[in-house]
């Protein structure tokens, strides 16, 4: 290939993508800075003066008057296309700020409005007998029936993992990961109908029992232990495998002694997300293990109650005192955040350790 | 792969050598994931098996037998618009938004922090559905009535913002953006994992003919990821058709059939009609949920199946 005789680099007047027009001059570097700063102190005199005045409005003016005014700005200087460049880098730059003010907004709210409801009492009583209580025998709940279902889910997730990566062939293999893919999408209500339907089904009407409530959660939960498995599993190395085969090892050993220990930080990283993922869920619970005031730490008799339907139901019938009732049911979702949050956290921790070794 | 294979058969003639109780042991493993691989299988079709059969009755039942409506098909049709008019508005405001998303982390954000980003985005979708219901009604919901007053005063003549506004903020848009805040990490997640897959010989090769940043990414990112980015959006709103908690709080609900989206008159979507419903039925009434549910379980596994369907066939491309 030989390069164009003309490019257009010489000022041809043939349009190209080397062509380059306007001004040919730069911005000095803190422009995009700039035009943000302005845009948005603009923006707020402007709403000042009209008396509309709000944080909201002046970020979502300033937004688009920053993208307006650095195209404008560029395109005196640079010319047009540096100036397209620069306004939807700036568009980009201010959807990732709208979709993550949902983040810090929800955060914001569940901290300073759960910490309303935040006592010792929240976490040691129970709201048997009394107006209001405490949400003891919710977080008992939610941690009974999350570990029943993790319980459930991570033998069948992991042995169907190494089934697929280590055994599967043929039909049952495809078949499994293409059933896997879409049992991640089931509804989490549809999760809850099918354990109440099959429990309805031997026990007769409206039973309702923690262990119906870890069956649903274990529906939601096997494809995600599987999925992440799947992919620790693929990324150990095949010559660890070899190397025992080599020396004689059964398949089966090599797998327990070699092939899960290697992969075990990373197994350990799936399962708490995994977890994390659906100890917050409402909608299964709601159907299938019921609502109850008391302390039931045992999920083969009885109802439960859990941390998410107990702050559904402070929301949906607050009796007299409304706003503590609201209180608890933010002090419940902080609860679930911050369960929810460590999880997470915890589990990357222990996935940035695993890597390091690995190398 | 066929090194490996050699491999494991000369370990497995080993184990096969050096007697029967290695043998077992073999034997057992590997039955042991046959069961869990088809317990998994089992549980799929159990999960359809077992709503249609405490579904069945409803759907079979007499217009007499079911409490005030005529048949099970006009008692669905309303919840099943619901569900698709708040599942297909979380994706039109959702899908824009993953996608610059995702190009901000993959190409426009310093290589350091993208990690930190994407982690935060990934933390949008660790959050409870409950709790995102909980900051719709009491706090986007109040926040948006002024917004919504708006649109009924300078757009009132699009039918979607006919109005009359509603003045809590229970409103189907409102559901609209929850939802889409919670697809979005879904969708983005996909988008993100197809740029970053982008060859690196396409960019460089637009950037070297002088393209510009956007130049290259619409050149050779966006094409590229197309269809990945397509069936992201399906997943995604395969995830807001099915979601329950956020729509049963924010949704102020009347059951009528509307495009309308800023009144107080919405109609419900299935999910959430069954989890405001269920605690409270007993009965036939129970099966009709059960049947609805069954209905969302078609129309959700329908969606993943097109979006699989996409990817699997982008994938041999």
């Avoid at chain 1, 810090?104 to 007998?129: C, H, M, N, P, Q």
């Avoid at chain 1, 559904?312 to 419940?332: I, L």
Wanted: proline share 5%; with cysteine.
């Amino acid at each position: 290939m030989t390069p164009p005789p003309d490019s257009g680099l010489s000022g041809a007047p043939r349009r190209s993508i080397f062509a380059v027009e306007g001004g040919g001059g730069t911005l000095p570097s803190w422009a995009p800075y700039g035009a943000v700063a302005g845009s948005l102190v603009f923006c707020a005199a402007v709403l000042a003066a009209l008396g509309w005045f709000t944080i909201a409005l002046m970020l979502v003016f300033g937004a688009l008057f920053s993208v307006l005014s650095i195209y404008a700005w560029s395109r005196a200087v640079e010319g047009r296309r540096r100036a397209k460049d620069r306004a939807v880098t700036m568009a980009i730059v201010a959807s990732f700020g709208v979709a993550m003010a949902p983040l810090i907004s929800l955060l914001y709210e569940v901290i300073s409005r759960g910490a309303k409801g935040i006592s010792w009492d929240f976490f040691t009583t129970t709201s048997r007998g009394v107006v209001g209580g405490g949400a003891a025998h919710a977080i008992v709940g939610t941690l009974v029936i999350t570990g029943c279902a993790v319980v459930i889910s991570v033998p069948i997730g992991i042995m169907a993992a190494i089934y697929m990566n280590e055994y599967g062939r043929g039909p049952l293999r495809r078949a499994l990961t293409f059933f896997v893919d879409v049992m991640t999408g089931i509804p989490s209500i549809v999760a809850g109908l099918f354990a109440y339907a099959l429990f309805e089904l031997f026990f007769g009407p409206s039973i309702q029992l923690g262990i119906m409530g870890s069956i649903a959660l274990s529906v939601l939960m096997i494809p995600i232990v599987i999925r992440s498995a799947e992919e620790v599993l693929k990324i150990v190395p095949n010559h660890l495998r070899e190397a025992a085969y080599a020396l004689g090892t059964p398949k089966w050993k090599t797998i327990t002694k070699v092939v899960l220990p290697t992969a075990f930080a990373g197994l350990v990283t799936g399962v708490m997300l995994a977890t994390a993922r659906i100890i917050g869920e409402t909608a299964p619970l709601l159907v299938t293990t019921g609502v109850v005031d008391s302390l039931n730490a045992d999920p083969f008799q009885g109802r439960m109650q859990n941390l998410a339907v107990y702050a559904y139901n402070q929301y949906r019938s607050p009796g007299v005192m409304k706003q503590s009732a609201y209180d608890r049911a933010w002090a419940a979702a902080l609860t679930l955040i911050v369960i929810v949050m460590i999880l997470n956290v915890a589990a990357r921790l222990v996935y940035r350790r695993y890597k390091t070794e690995s190398r | 792969m066929a090194h490996l294979d050699t491999t494991t058969n000369a370990g497995q003639l080993l184990a096969a050598a050096s007697g029967g109780r290695r043998r077992r042991g073999d034997r057992i493993f590997s039955n042991t994931a046959v069961i869990a691989a088809v317990t998994i299988l089992a549980l799929l079709a159990g999960v359809a098996v077992f709503l249609v059969s405490e579904g069945f009755p409803a759907l079979t039942a007499s217009s007499a037998e079911l409490p005030g409506h005529e048949s099970f098909i006009s008692y669905v049709a309303p919840l099943a618009f619901g569900t698709a008019l708040a599942g297909v508005l979380a994706m039109v405001i959702a899908v824009p938004l993953a996608v610059a998303v995702a190009l901000f982390i993959t190409h426009i954000a310093p290589a350091r922090v993208a990690l930190l980003l994407g982690f935060l985005v990934d933390l949008l979708a660790a959050i409870p559905s409950i709790i995102y219901g909980f900051w719709g009604i009491f706090v986007l919901g109040p926040a948006a009535v002024p917004a919504m007053k708006w649109l009924e005063e300078k757009l009132g003549w699009i039918p979607i913002f006919e109005g009359p506004a509603s003045i809590t903020g229970r409103t189907m848009l409102v559901v609209g953006m929850v939802l889409a805040v919670m697809i979005l990490p879904i969708v983005s997640a996909v988008a993100r994992e197809v740029f970053s897959q982008t060859p690196r010989k396409l960019q460089e090769g637009a950037q070297a003919l002088g393209a510009t940043r956007w130049e290259m990414i619409r050149t050779t990112v966006l094409p590229f990821g197309r269809s990945s980015v397509i069936s992201g959006a399906m997943l995604g709103l395969g995830r807001a058709l099915g979601e329950t908690m956020a729509v049963a709080i924010i949704l102020s609900v009347s059951g009528g059939v509307t495009f309308n989206l800023i009144s107080q008159a919405n109609p419900s979507t299935i999910a959430a009609n069954i989890a405001l419903n269920f605690p409270e039925s007993s009965g036939l009434a129970i099966n009709l949920l059960i049947a609805t549910g069954l209905v969302l379980f078609v129309i959700t596994l329908a969606t993943n199946f097109l979006a699989r369907w996409i990817i699997a066939r982008a994938e041999v491309k």
